[in-house]
Each structure stands twice: as C-alpha cells, then as structure tokens.
C-alpha cells in the first residue's frame, strides 16, 4: 500500500541535479552594486599597476650614483629642483647631484632611480633656495614602486567565476569597469505546503502551526545569490496545488516546494509531478535528515521538493539548491567551503544514514572542533539558529566520540568548493 | 621638520575608539528584509514549540496499553476512527482497540499516547471499515513530538545582538514576529583625497591614478552592514577638503577619509582635523600597514584618517571601523573572528612591527593553514582580492617559519568575536 522508494546517494543527486546547471544571463552593472556577485567575464588589466615608476614614500628622487661616496663623515649635498605631489609629472630632467621632492604615489622624474626618505636627510635653506644633505649611499631601484610589478597590462588578473569582495571591487575600480560583467539573478519561488500552515501574522489555532519554512528558504536564497518570488502557502489539495506549481514553474527560473513530498495520503507532490509531466530525478536520498528531497524537472528548469521538516529542509536545501543558484551567477566555486574537525562531543547515537548534522565550529590553537547544536531531533527549530556548518557523519552500526575526524561543511562562506561533498567508499550501503 | 609622532598598541587604539561606539536607533522593520541584521531586542517564544503533541510521522495514533500483548504471532486489531491531516484536530476520543490515522504534524487525537508508523502496520478494510494490525507492542510517547519540546512559552530564544541568518529567520516566524527590531544602518560617508586620484571612468593620465580605495571601502562597509555615501575625490587642497569633510560630518553618522594622514607636504587632515576642533585620538599605530592610521572624534562623531595605500586602508577599516558599524547594528560580537593557524610557507624577513598580512585559509584534516597573499607589499592592490583572513605577525627581531602557529583574523565571516585582537604581553616594544 505505501510506495517504495530506492534511494540514492548523496552524490549521485548532486550529480543528477547538476545534470540541468544553467549559467544565468550576463549582464554589466554598475560598479556601486558588484559586492556578493561573480565575474561573468575574466578581468583583464587596461594598464600596468602601478602605470609608472612611483615613490612609496614621501622624500626626495635622487640620482644613486650621485651618492655612492655618502657618509656620516663626508655628506653629500644635493640642489633641490622642483617638488611634486601625487598627480604632478615633474618637466625637469634631474642632473648630477640634483633632486626632486616628491610625494607618496607621485611618479619618479627623469634622471632619477631611487628614493630617498624625508626622515634621512637634513634639508637646508640657501640663499633662497633648498638643499639636502644625504649621509649615506643610497641603491638603484631603492625605494622604487616599478611600473607593473603589481599587474602587467593585458595580464589576466582574475578569472570569470570569481567572488565579488572588496579587493576584487578595488581591482574593478583600479582597471575603470564602471560596469562590471555579472549574471542576472536567478529568480526561484518558493511554495510552503500543507493545509497546518498558518500565516505568520496569524493567530495560532488548535492544530496549526506558523509557516517558518518558507521564511527559512527565502533567507538560505538570498545568502546563496537568488531572488525570491514567495508564493501563498498551499492547502493539501491536488487542484490548488498543481495550479499555484505550474503557475510558479512558468514564472520562476526553478521552484521550490516545502513538505508534500513523502508517501501519506496528503503528499499531492508525486501526483502534481505526474501532471506536469515533469521527469523525477530521485524522490529518495540516503541521509538524514531528507530522505524524502525529491527533484523534479520540467520545461527544463528544475522543481525541488524539500521535505516539510524544517532541518531537513534547511539540509536540502544547502546540498542540492544552492549550487544551482551559485553556478547559474557564475560562481567557479558553487558547491559549500568543505573541511573537517574534531568532534567536541560524544556522538553516540548510532544510524544506518549519513547524517548531516547542524553544528558550530570553533577553533583552538590551529585546529577546528564541532559541535552539534541543540537536540538533534530534526523537527527541533531553535538550533538551527546557532549553526554554522553542517557535520557530516558517515552511516554505521557504532556512534561517534568526542576527538573523532569528521567532515564539516561551511554555510557562511564565500569560498566555495569546485566538487560537491562525496561519500566516501566505506559508506554505509544503500 | 617632521613632525614626530607616538604611536600606541592596536588594542588601545580600539578601545579609544570604541569609548565613542554608539547603538542605532532601533525600528521594526518586515521580516521579508530582515537577513544579514542583528537582533535589537531579545527574540521571545509567544507559545510552546510544538504548540501540541504532535506526530513526526505519518501513521497511526494509538493506546499504548492496547499493544502491551500484540506480537507477531498474535497480531492486534485496531478500530480506525477517524483520518487527520496536518492542521486538522480530531473530535472523536479514542477508546479501548482504536486509532486514528495521522499524518506528519498533526495533532495526537484525545485518548492517544503513541504513533505507529504506516509502514509497520497492516490495512484492512472489512464491511465499509477501516481496521489496523499491529505486531508489535507500542510504548508509551513512542513517536511524539511533545508539546514545548522545542521551546518553551516566554523563553528568551535568542538573545538581542544576534546576528539573523536563515534558521533565526525561521525562528521569527515561527513566533509570528512579522515585524522585526533591528537597527538602522549607520551611514558612513567616504572621501578618498589625493590630486593623483582619477574617477573611475576617466582615461589615465601621466602621474595619475584611479581611485580604488573608495570603491573597496564602499563594499568593505557593506559587509560590515553600513550604508554609505560615497563623496566625489577631494585634491590636495586644504579649504576643499576642509569644506568636504565638514559637509560629509554634518550628513553622515561617521565618516572615512583616505589618504592625506601622513606627514608630507600635501597631507591635509591634521590640519583639517585643528579646523574642526576634532579631538584627535590617535595618529599612529605600532602596525605595518597602516600606521599612520588617524582616527578623531568631532560632535561626538567619529572621523576615521585612512591611509591612502590600499592595503593600510583596508586592514585600518576591518579594525577600527568594522565594528563601530557592527556595534551600532547591536551586533554583540562586533570585532572580526579570531583563530590560529599553521604558516605555510616561511616568511623570512623580521620587522619590529606588528603586521597584518593579507592572507588565505585553507583546512587539511583538522587543522587550519594560513598562506600569505601575493607580495607582501603594501601597495599589491591584487593580493588583496584573495584574502579571507588577515594573519597577524607580531614584531620581533626573527622572521617566521612554515609550521609556526600565528593569529588569524577572518573577514568572510558571521560569528565574529565579543572581544578585539590584542596583543600579547611578549610583543615588540612602542
């Protein structure tokens, strides 16, 4: 009488979702708005960085030669010729035993190849016009900021796919993109069902509860780099539910349902695939929380149907969800920053799944340990709220204890991953 | 000539500066735009969590003590009474050999202690009536999840100053909190000076430079949390720049100046800051980069003096700036997050300063390595697109070797820390 599922491993549905990856449509904006998105296109340098030879310092361009013979005992005295600030171009040509005074970021003058300190030298008034007295040699190329030692015109500074943060919007200003090349946004909709669901400015009713997922969802979205188009929560009923489905499938990039998807008599999801005549990926998963996460496609774009629970909800979504949202603004890293950690507790719960556990890091003298937050009871809320990574614990017949090596995966992060989390061999079977 | 200046520990420098940190006005604004905030009150639980004793599953909602003899051999008979869905409650009380059928969320009838699931029951239909077999005994609480499991009526579930990602997202929801106190964004005005500096989308000229640290500022207040109001370039020049300073204090809640804080001919701000009448708190700092770092306070406002190098302005902005912008949102953990890690490579050359060295993190089996950026010269505008950390080297008269263990700081991050950076007693001497 109930539907049997074969379910599948965490990879392969990775893989399978992965299968219908689109890369959004490019875009130039304005610079102002580039933070948090990723280069659609590589970024090249319009010019050398620095474009001149320039002084780091604020002091004096000197001629080295002129002060080989320099000493505490035997000074040089130098006929100071002009002074320039950032921005300035000196038109002198500096001759023997002359100098310019220049500025930090101002460009060397013709003639001279090294700078030399404003502290180092004791300047003197003649006659109404300015010396300096230098007390020790200074070397060619001393204090000299080259032409393209930071970037070479032409060079390929940054590949397409990189995150935009505030060194690469810095790079972006340097090099003139006032416009910056970025993928639309992918627009994803969210529909919360089952008929238990209350408004959030509802009053609570014998039997219902607050609609929280789709809230959830709408934030894990945006930190992931999409846009949300939040659908009314939907009763369980076949007709209104295929209806408010296909009208978010033709209006959305992908859609994500919540709950409806296991095998009780109101899950209307299966059928309402059925209708679209959407092809099912997998409609079950060897893990834990989310066994029931099934995906569906039709015209192309991709209908996730997460599980009403919120932690396998929130898992759901991190694993299969968020890198199509990061491939399709370009990212080259889509999948979540993965590492591991020494378990800080006992875990002694043995469980046939892999197990994606909501947890904490916190590092101590170059190590990182987990912990996992609050009850691990997967309808339990509130620690979600402390969780910044999930552990993964591989399925088996025995617990885990505290000092074990575990892989964690880390949700707010912008580095990314280019490969999804695998099983490992010695995986539980399926 | 020169002017000499004392400079003081980072750790004084913060706390002078956050002897001027300031709460922002709090509002209560929609939940749909509440991520990536911070609490400014206390989030309370207005019910129990769940609100009801509730199934996990979908089954079969029965008497415990009914089961107490059922086994395989001899298989129980139950009586179904009655078919809820989430949201729905039964009306029926449920008496000796009967059930419910219940689906995931809804409420356990009256008279139920337990829940079986679907799959381990057998359905049977007998003149017009549903009947169950069960081969097993239940017990009691098998399968509930209980009323206030999760949270409890008027529980502080998350304290004010907490940082809103998506589980606290779903929490808000849960408790019906359509509206949301956070605070509002301080406003913080930048003006980058220099007469070398081009606009963003003007050709390069001999001796001249875009301005890049404004736009990295820009987005460097964006992820701390700040809105900003970029004012055009100001050259050297002390009555423009007086005027603009003067204009962006009276607009802004703080404001960023870059470049000009140093001891050259063309470095207005300390004359402007004598102008204003500002209180200077500090204009130099035991740190490489970003010594000359100035920050004063005029109107009870405060006026950060950036220097002009972009690497000094960008580690003077994450710790001076970032958490008097996180402080105001009520973040309670407002300075960047700290850790150690292993150096990767050897960094041979000593230097009597504390550095702050743009660096990447990378995890290998529990452990965190640290990788120095690019060249570590203060003036590589490209290194500091791959930073996710800055790695602290404390002075000293030795370089540092692969393996070593230093601080981190990490810039990518949420969790942040209650407490700043210091340094340690055995650090280098003013």
């Not at 604020?58 to 320099?70: C, L, V």
């Not at 204890?401 to 995966?409: M, P």
């Given at each position: 009488m109930v539907e049997r599922r074969q379910p599948i491993w965490v990879k392969d549905a990775v893989d399978k979702v992965m299968q219908w990856k689109k890369r959004g449509e490019?875009?130039?904006?304005?610079?102002?708005?580039?933070?948090?998105?990723?280069?659609?296109?590589?970024?090249?340098a319009d010019h050398d960085v620095p474009p001149f030879n320039r002084s780091p310092y604020?002091?004096?361009?000197?001629?080295?030669?002129?002060?080989?013979?320099?000493s505490r005992?035997?000074?040089l005295k130098l006929s100071v010729i002009d002074e320039i600030g950032a921005g300035q171009v000196s038109r002198k040509i500096v001759g023997e035993n002359q100098a310019v005074r220049i500025m930090t970021g101002a460009a060397l003058p013709a003639g001279t190849d090294a700078v030399i300190m404003l502290e180092l030298v004791k300047e003197e008034r003649l006659e109404n016009h300015n010396f300096i007295w230098i007390k020790r040699r200074v070397d060619k190329d001393e204090n000299v900021s080259f032409q393209g030692e930071d970037a070479q015109k032409g060079e390929v500074l940054l590949k397409k796919g990189t995150y935009i943060n505030p060194g690469v919007k810095a790079l972006l200003a340097t090099f003139g993109y006032h416009r910056v090349p970025v993928s639309k946004k992918p627009v994803i909709g969210i529909i919360a069902t089952g008929s238990e669901l209350l408004k959030i400015d509802e009053p609570l009713l014998p039997g219902k509860i607050r609609n929280s997922n789709g809230y959830m969802i709408e934030a894990?979205?945006?930190?992931?780099?999409?846009?949300?188009?939040?659908?009314?929560?939907?009763?369980?009923?076949?007709?209104?539910?295929?209806?408010?489905?296909?009208?978010?499938?033709?209006?959305?990039?992908?859609?994500?349902?919540?709950?409806?998807?296991?095998?009780?008599?109101?899950?209307y999801l299966p059928e309402v695939y059925r209708r679209l005549k959407a092809d099912i990926l997998f409609n079950k998963i060897a893990m834990r929380p989310g066994s029931v996460t099934s995906v569906a496609v039709?015209?192309?774009?991709?209908l996730f149907g997460l599980s009403g629970n919120p932690s396998a909800c929130y898992v759901g979504f991190e694993l299969y969800v968020r890198p199509v949202i990061r491939y399709w603004l370009h990212s080259s890293r889509p999948f979540l920053r993965a590492g591991q950690a020494f378990l800080k507790s006992d875990f002694p719960k043995s469980n046939p799944f892999n197990r994606f556990v909501r947890s904490k890091t916190t590092f101590e003298g170059g190590t990182i340990h987990v912990h996992p937050v609050g009850l691990d009871k997967s309808s339990v809320v509130?620690?979600?709220?402390?969780?910044?990574?999930?552990?993964?614990?591989?399925?088996?017949?025995?617990?885990?204890?505290?000092?074990?090596?575990?892989?964690?995966?880390f949700l707010d992060d912008q580095t990314g991953s280019e490969e999804p989390w695998k099983e490992k061999p010695r995986s539980s079977r399926l």
């Open positions: 490019v875009e130039w904006i304005s610079i102002d708005d580039c933070e948090g998105l990723f280069l659609a296109e590589p970024l090249n604020d002091g004096f361009a000197i001629r080295s030669e002129d002060t080989q013979t320099a005992e035997q000074p894990q979205i945006k930190r992931a780099g999409g846009s949300v188009i939040k659908y009314q929560n939907c009763a369980d009923d076949l007709e209104s539910l295929h209806t408010a489905v296909q009208k978010a499938m033709d209006e959305c990039d992908a859609v994500i349902t919540t709950g409806g998807v296991s095998v009780g008599d109101f899950d039709s015209n192309e774009k991709l509130t620690s979600l709220s402390l969780a910044d990574c999930l552990m993964v614990l591989p399925g088996g017949t025995r617990g885990y204890r505290k000092g074990d090596l575990v892989d964690v995966l």
